[in-house]
């Protein structure tokens, strides 16, 4: 079972931009598709997007797209998030989690289904 550990969370202005990692206690991150989601207070856990384990397939939901870029280095057993353009509607609790079935499960289904998860990074967007 891989475990994953996010990092790259912190407090950022509006207008600002922040990196995020996911890195996996193995090496074969390379056979899972990784997805990024996140959680406010009293909201719904809400999927943001995935990559394919082969680094060729992506999915973004509406709420990012054109502001993060998601990206994997499996020699480094690392995914990340980019997110440009914070807003304050942006804080939340953001997790990483991983998929071994094959990618297109999780990609056509906008990234859920899931089944390993991290314990997630803050994102506090304030001025």
């Known amino acids: 079972q891989v475990q994953l550990v996010e990092s790259g969370g912190g407090l950022v202005g509006p207008g600002g931009s922040l990196r995020l990692s996911c890195t996996a206690s193995?090496?074969?991150?390379?056979?899972?598709?990784i997805g990024w989601f996140r959680q406010a207070p009293g909201k719904e856990r809400e999927a943001l997007s995935c990559?394919?384990?082969?680094?060729?397939?992506?999915h973004y939901s509406n709420s990012v797209k054109g502001r993060f870029v998601i990206s994997r280095e499996n020699a480094k057993n690392t995914v990340y998030l980019q997110m440009n353009s914070l807003k304050p509607e942006d804080t939340a609790m953001y997790y990483c989690?991983?998929?071994?079935?094959?990618?297109?499960?999780?990609?056509?289904?906008?990234?859920?289904?899931?089944?390993?998860w991290g314990a997630g990074t803050q994102v506090t967007v304030s001025s």
């Open positions: 989690a991983a998929g071994e079935l094959y990618d297109t499960y999780y990609l056509f289904r906008g990234c859920n289904g899931m089944e390993y």
């Open positions: 193995e090496s074969t991150l390379g056979k899972y598709t």
């Open positions: 990559i394919s384990s082969a680094d060729d397939m992506t």
